[in-house]
T-cell receptor, first 114, second 113 residues
Framework: DGGITQSPKYLFRKEGQNVTLSCEQN?????MYWYRQDPGQGLRLIYY???????QKGDIAEGYSVSREKKESFPLTVTSAQKNPTAFYLC?????????????FGPGTRLLVL | AQSVTQLGSHVSVSEGALVLLRCNYS??????LFWYVQYPNQGLQLLLK??????LVKGINGFEAEFKKSETSFHLTKPSAHMSDAAEYFC???????????FGKGTKLSVIP
């Protein structure tokens, strides 16, 4: 079955530590996205990538970094500069340029600070 | 620039009653509009989308939404609520030619037996 996988489901970060969230898709989509979800805030865009080796900042990129070395993978690193990282992180992908543009979401990773 | 406003962060309905979740949008270009559903601790699942083909859009699980340009609205309805409809619902907008999906803050639907 095609889809998006995110791992781990839960992640714990210690003070001053960088952590990396994994996102993999086998939908052959060109574009991938990372969102942060906080209660009552909806989803906010962190980074997005339209093609391999290219990515752009979203609305809340500070304290985060990404890479896009392969079409299937778009890992997100939460750096120590992100002072309030506790949130639910969602990865999505889409096929830009097609008539019915739709973003498909993974199951999410919940990040907690120890 | 585009934005989405969902009226009511929490809506409660009785089982079998009409579900109405409100969404108003603003967009400087003709929009594509989406409704997504999220069950606890899960990702988002697409319910339905408007892409200018028809103003009344039917989705999964008996939901539908009507695009009203004059009211800049895209409200979600279901004639008869089921216990399994309890979830959080998000309205989202994307401008034609844009990559950025803008979400509303969500409406949590509770269904009372």
């Amino acid at each position: 079955d095609g889809g998006i996988t995110q791992s781990p489901k839960y992640l714990f970060r210690k003070e001053g530590q960088n952590v990396t969230l994994s996102c993999e898709q086998n939908l052959n989509h060109d574009a991938m996205y990372w969102y942060r979800q906080d209660p009552g805030q909806g989803l906010r865009l962190i980074y997005y990538s339209q093609i391999v080796n290219d990515f752009q900042k979203g609305d809340i990129a500070e304290g985060y970094s990404v890479s896009r070395e392969k079409k299937e993978s778009f890992p997100l690193t939460v750096t120590s500069a992100q002072k309030n990282p506790t949130a639910f992180y969602l990865c999505a992908s889409s096929s830009p340029g097609r008539l019915l543009e739709t973003q498909y979401f993974g199951p999410g990773t919940r990040l907690l600070v120890l | 620039a585009q934005s989405v406003t969902q009226l009511g962060s929490h809506v409660s309905v009785s089982e079998g009653a009409l579900v109405l979740l409100r969404c108003n949008y603003s967009s400087s270009v003709p929009p594509y509009l989406f409704w997504y559903v999220q069950y606890p601790n899960q990702g988002l699942q697409l319910l339905l989308k408007y892409t200018s083909a028809a103003t009344l859009v039917k989705g999964i699980n008996g939901f539908e939404a009507e695009f009203k340009k004059s009211e800049t609205s895209f409200h979600l309805t279901k004639p008869s609520a089921h216990m399994s409809d309890a979830a959080e619902y998000f309205c989202a907008v994307i401008g034609a030619g844009s990559y950025q999906l803008t979400f509303g803050k969500g409406t949590k639907l509770s269904v009372i037996p």
